[in-house]
C-alpha cells in the first residue's frame, strides 16, 4: 500500500528515524520493484507486527519539502537483517515511487521505525486474506506469521496478467491454500462464495485498491459479517474535489485562517504557522484528527466512523472541509 | 455499582445487525415464554431453538460447541436463561470463536449466582446477592460475594468474609 506524507514524523508515536541502505533491488514484474534495507552497520533492525508499514524519505518533492510515503513491510518481523518493500511505479503519483524505483545499491534512505495499522488478530481461528495488486505486500506479512505460528489461513490474490508480485514466493509459503485470478468476475464470484463458509472465529483481511475493498466490506455485511471481524487497508486514495473557499476560526487563538479551494485545511493552518500533527496526509491514518466546536463538516476521510462523523465533534483537516462559510475549531 | 464488572444487562442487549441465520438457546422452563416471542421475532430468517436444561453443564456445553464447530461467520447466538447460565453459555460460545457482538445475552429473572472461591479456585451456585456471603462448599471459607464478575469464569468473585480484618 502507498499513504503519502510531506512533514516530518518525528512526532508521531513510531517517528523515530533510521538511516539504512540499499542492499539489493529486484525487479519483481514490470511495474513492481521490491527494495531490501539494511543498518550499514549491519545491527538487526527492530522487530513489527505483521502488517506494518514504514514511512520512507523518498528525496524532496515540489518546493524542497521532504516527500514520504509509506510502504508495507513484505519481509519476516522478528528481529529482522533487514526490511523489505515492494513498490509500484505510479506514473500520475508525486514521484515517490520513481525515486524508489531509481534507487541503487548502496543508496541511503531514512525511514521511520514500523507502524502497526493493519495486525492479525491473535484469537481468529482462521484468517480470510484479500489482496488486490500491489495490496499483496501487507498481506505477505501476514502470510509470513500464519505460517511461522501455525495458523489456519487462506489467500485469495486478485492481479492483472503478468503483473503479479511475489507469486512464487506465496506459492512457496500457502500451497493449496493460495487462490489467484486474473479475472474480475471470476475473483468476484469466489469470494462471493468464500465470504458464505467460512468457519465461525475467522477473521477477514483485505489490502488493495478502493473499490475492491469497498466492494467486499458490502458484501461481507451482508453475509451477516460483523464489522469486528473486517480489517482492511486502502490504499490510492483518489483526487479529491477542490471544494469551496471557507474561514477557519480557531477559537482559542482567536484567529480566523481563510481555507482556499484546492488548498487543504491541514496545508491553511500549517502555513499560518500552526503545528498539526499528521501523517498520511490522505484521510486514512487519523493522526492529525482536530476537534470541532462548530460548523458543518464534509467528512472526506477513511478514518473516521460512520457515528463519529455524524457526531460532527471533529474532523480529519488533511482531506475534510467545512460544508459551509466557517468552521470552528478548538485549537 | 456504577463502575464494577457486574453486568449492566440493558447495555449489553446488543448485537450486530444483519446475522445470516440465528440459533437459540433457551435454559430452564422459566425462559421458554421468552425464547417463543424471541424466535418468532426473525421474519424470514432460519432459527433454530434448543430448549435446554436450567443449570449449565456437560449436556449443554457439548451441545454449543457442536453447534459452533459447524457455524459459519453470519451465525448469530442468543442465550435465554438465568443469568448464571447466560454468562456460562457466552463465556463457552466466546472460547468456541464467537464475538460478543455476535452472542445476545438475555437472562431472565433469577436469583442464583455462580460464585467463584478466591482461595480454592473452586466455583459452587447459590442463591445470594451481591454484597451478602455464602459458603464455599469446597474449603469451607465464609465467602463475601463482590462486585466482580469473570466473564471468563462467568462467576461472582467471592473472597473470606473477613479477609480485610485478618492479622
Given at each position: 500500500?502507498?499513504?503519502?506524507?510531506?512533514?516530518?514524523v518525528?512526532?508521531?508515536?513510531?517517528?523515530?528515524?533510521?538511516?539504512?541502505?540499499?542492499?539489493?533491488?529486484i525487479?519483481?514484474?514490470?511495474?513492481?520493484?521490491?527494495v531490501?534495507?539494511?543498518?550499514?552497520?549491519?545491527?538487526?533492525?527492530?522487530?513489527?507486527?505483521?502488517?506494518?508499514?514504514?514511512?520512507?524519505?523518498?528525496?524532496?518533492?515540489?518546493g524542497?519539502?521532504?516527500?514520504?510515503?509509506?510502504?508495507?513491510?513484505?519481509?519476516?518481523?522478528?528481529e529482522?537483517?533487514?526490511?523489505?518493500?515492494?513498490?509500484?511505479?505510479e506514473?500520475?503519483?508525486?514521484?515517490?515511487?520513481?525515486?524508489?524505483?531509481?534507487?541503487?545499491v548502496?543508496?541511503?534512505?531514512?525511514?521511520?521505525?514500523?507502524?502497526?495499522?493493519?495486525?492479525?488478530?491473535?484469537?481468529?481461528?482462521?484468517?480470510?486474506?484479500?489482496?488486490?495488486?500491489?495490496?499483496?505486500?501487507?498481506?505477505?506479512?501476514?502470510?509470513r506469521?500464519?505460517?511461522?505460528?501455525?495458523?489456519?489461513?487462506?489467500?485469495?490474490?486478485?492481479?492483472?496478467?503478468?503483473?503479479?508480485?511475489?507469486?512464487?514466493?506465496?506459492?512457496?509459503l500457502?500451497?493449496p491454500?493460495?487462490?489467484i485470478?486474473?479475472?474480475r468476475?471470476?475473483?468476484?464470484?469466489?469470494?462471493?462464495?468464500?465470504?458464505?463458509?467460512?468457519?465461525?472465529?475467522?477473521h477477514?483481511?483485505?489490502?488493495?485498491?478502493?473499490?475492491?475493498?469497498?466492494?467486499?466490506?458490502?458484501?461481507?455485511?451482508?453475509?451477516?459479517w460483523?464489522?469486528?471481524?473486517?480489517?482492511?487497508?486502502?490504499?490510492?486514495?483518489?483526487?479529491?474535489?477542490?471544494?469551496?473557499?471557507?474561514?477557519?476560526?480557531?477559537t482559542?487563538?482567536?484567529?480566523?485562517?481563510?481555507?482556499?479551494?484546492?488548498?487543504?485545511?491541514?496545508?491553511?493552518?500549517?502555513?499560518?504557522?500552526?503545528?498539526v500533527?499528521?501523517?498520511?496526509?490522505?484521510?486514512?491514518c487519523?493522526?492529525?484528527?482536530?476537534?470541532?466546536?462548530?460548523?458543518?463538516?464534509?467528512?472526506?476521510?477513511?478514518?473516521?466512523?460512520?457515528?463519529?462523523?455524524?457526531a460532527?465533534?471533529?474532523?480529519?483537516p488533511?482531506?475534510?472541509?467545512?460544508?459551509?462559510?466557517?468552521?470552528?475549531?478548538?485549537? | 455499582?456504577?463502575?464494577?464488572?457486574?453486568?449492566?444487562?440493558?447495555?449489553?442487549?446488543?448485537i450486530?445487525?444483519?446475522?445470516?441465520?440465528?440459533?437459540?438457546?433457551?435454559?430452564?422452563?422459566?425462559?421458554?415464554?421468552r425464547?417463543?416471542?424471541?424466535?418468532?421475532s426473525?421474519?424470514?430468517?432460519?432459527?433454530?431453538?434448543?430448549?435446554?436444561?436450567?443449570?449449565?453443564?456437560?449436556?449443554?456445553?457439548?451441545?454449543?460447541?457442536?453447534?459452533?464447530?459447524?457455524?459459519?461467520?453470519?451465525w448469530?447466538?442468543?442465550?435465554v436463561g438465568?443469568?448464571?447460565?447466560?454468562?456460562a453459555?457466552?463465556?463457552?460460545?466466546?472460547?468456541?470463536?464467537?464475538?460478543?457482538d455476535?452472542?445476545?445475552?438475555?437472562?431472565?429473572d433469577?436469583?442464583?449466582?455462580?460464585?467463584y472461591?478466591?482461595?480454592c479456585?473452586?466455583?459452587?451456585?447459590?442463591d445470594?446477592?451481591v454484597?451478602?456471603?455464602?459458603t464455599?462448599?469446597?474449603?469451607?471459607?465464609?465467602?463475601?460475594?463482590?462486585?466482580?464478575?469473570?466473564?471468563?469464569?462467568?462467576?461472582?468473585?467471592?473472597?473470606?468474609?473477613?479477609?480485610?480484618?485478618?492479622?
Amino acid at each position: 500500500m502507498t499513504l503519502t506524507s510531506d512533514v516530518p514524523v518525528r512526532n508521531s508515536a513510531g517517528g523515530t528515524e533510521l538511516q539504512l541502505t540499499v542492499a539489493e533491488t529486484i525487479a519483481l514484474t514490470p511495474t513492481v520493484r521490491h527494495v531490501r534495507l539494511v543498518d550499514p552497520a549491519g545491527r538487526t533492525l527492530p522487530s513489527f507486527t505483521p502488517g506494518s508499514h514504514i514511512v520512507v524519505t523518498c528525496g524532496t518533492g515540489p518546493g524542497g519539502r521532504p516527500r514520504r510515503n509509506s510502504y508495507s513491510l513484505t519481509g519476516p518481523a522478528f528481529e529482522p537483517d533487514h526490511y523489505a518493500i515492494s513498490v509500484r511505479l505510479e506514473e500520475s503519483g508525486r514521484g515517490g515511487s520513481q525515486w524508489v524505483h531509481d534507487l541503487q545499491v548502496g543508496d541511503r534512505v531514512p525511514v521511520g521505525t514500523p507502524r502497526s495499522a493493519f495486525a492479525p488478530i491473535l484469537t481468529a481461528r482462521h484468517h480470510l486474506l484479500v489482496a488486490g495488486g500491489i495490496g499483496i505486500t501487507p498481506i505477505l506479512s501476514h502470510v509470513r506469521a500464519a505460517v511461522q505460528w501455525g495458523r489456519s489461513f487462506e489467500v485469495h490474490y486478485a492481479f492483472r496478467d503478468g503483473d503479479g508480485a511475489h507469486l512464487d514466493e506465496l506459492h512457496d509459503l500457502c500451497g493449496p491454500r493460495l487462490y489467484i485470478y486474473t479475472a474480475r468476475e471470476v475473483f468476484r464470484k469466489r469470494m462471493g462464495q468464500a465470504l458464505l463458509e467460512q468457519p465461525i472465529g475467522t477473521h477477514l483481511y483485505m489490502c488493495g485498491p478502493t473499490g475492491l475493498v469497498d466492494d467486499l466490506c458490502e458484501r461481507a455485511g451482508r453475509a451477516g459479517w460483523p464489522d469486528a471481524r473486517v480489517h482492511y487497508e486502502h490504499f490510492r486514495v483518489g483526487d479529491l474535489d477542490p471544494g469551496e473557499p471557507f474561514t477557519a476560526h480557531l477559537t482559542r487563538r482567536v484567529i480566523d485562517v481563510t481555507v482556499d479551494s484546492g488548498v487543504s485545511l491541514l496545508d491553511a493552518l500549517e502555513s499560518r504557522g500552526v503545528a498539526v500533527p499528521n501523517l498520511c496526509r490522505q484521510g486514512v491514518c487519523g493522526e492529525c484528527r482536530l476537534p470541532v466546536m462548530s460548523g458543518g463538516i464534509d467528512h472526506r476521510d477513511l478514518y473516521l466512523s460512520a457515528a463519529e462523523k455524524e457526531a460532527g465533534d471533529c474532523v480529519m483537516p488533511c482531506v475534510s472541509r467545512a460544508n459551509g462559510p466557517r468552521l470552528e475549531l478548538d485549537l | 455499582m456504577g463502575t464494577t464488572s457486574v453486568p449492566r444487562w440493558d447495555e449489553e442487549r446488543r448485537i450486530a445487525g444483519g446475522g445470516r441465520y440465528v440459533t437459540v438457546l433457551s435454559f430452564g422452563d422459566a425462559a421458554l415464554d421468552r425464547a417463543r416471542s424471541l424466535v418468532s421475532s426473525f421474519g424470514g430468517r432460519r432459527v433454530d431453538w434448543i430448549r435446554l436444561p436450567e443449570e449449565w453443564g456437560d449436556t449443554a456445553a457439548q451441545i454449543l460447541e457442536r453447534q459452533a464447530s459447524a457455524a459459519r461467520v453470519g451465525w448469530r447466538l442468543m442465550l435465554v436463561g438465568p443469568e448464571a447460565t447466560v454468562l456460562a453459555a457466552r463465556s463457552a460460545a466466546v472460547a468456541a470463536g464467537l464475538l460478543d457482538d455476535e452472542i445476545l445475552p438475555l437472562p431472565v429473572d433469577s436469583g442464583t449466582r455462580t460464585v467463584y472461591c478466591a482461595h480454592c479456585h473452586s466455583t459452587h451456585v447459590a442463591d445470594v446477592a451481591v454484597g451478602q456471603s455464602s459458603t464455599c462448599p469446597t474449603c469451607a471459607s465464609g465467602l463475601v460475594v463482590h462486585h466482580h464478575v469473570s466473564r471468563l469464569h462467568a462467576a461472582y468473585l467471592g473472597f473470606a468474609v473477613d479477609a480485610e480484618e485478618r492479622p
